[in-house]
């Protein structure tokens, strides 16, 4: 069973006006046709396919790098390690942004792998929205290099030098 990629259109087109990207990487069913509208706004935008088969990952390697990757309707049409292993692909080496929509839980007919929230998280991937397609849970969620992990309140320039503690002890 498939699902329109459209479905995710109105929130891809709002995370794109954040981040305007200028090339975009469609994987699987994430076709031309769902970037249409945003490639009329911004006629720079250049756009490249990669339709769901066999060799899809050296497919996406040799279509090189790109701001964003939009993956729709090929995960779970391959096996579980082999589609992590292209999420690994497209997140370390391809594209800064990465945006997945994948159906979630066991109820999805013809599927080969079938994924939850907690597989995505583990990937390193953030949910950006839920939508519903025949009474079964999508979810879109998004990788993004700049924002993949926060700064924690330590790593700053106030707790290295210690300057306070300079003529009183000594290391």
Known sequence: ????????????????RQHPPASIL???????ET?????????????TTVPCCDDMAARV???????????????????QAEAEQLIALLRDQVAQRLFVLLP???????QRSHWS?????ALGLRQVACFEHEGRPLHLYRFDLYDYKLTPDWLNPRFW?????????RW
């Not at 929230?117 to 998280?121: P, S």
């Open 117 to 121: 929230l907690t597989d995505m998280t």
């Open 161 to 169: 030098a210690n300057p306070e503690m300079w003529d009183r002890a």
């Open 104 to 110: 979630i839980g066991n109820d999805w007919p013809g």
């Open 1 to 16: 069973m498939s699902y329109p990629t459209r479905i995710c259109q109105p929130a891809l087109e709002r995370l794109f």
């Open 35 to 47: 970037f249409d509208h945003w490639q009329r706004e911004q006629p720079h935008l250049r756009v």
């Open 61 to 79: 390697q040799a279509a090189g790098k790109h701001d964003t990757a939009v993956v729709s309707g090929a995960l779970e049409h391959l096996d």
């Open 26 to 32: 469609a994987i699987g069913e994430a076709s031309t």
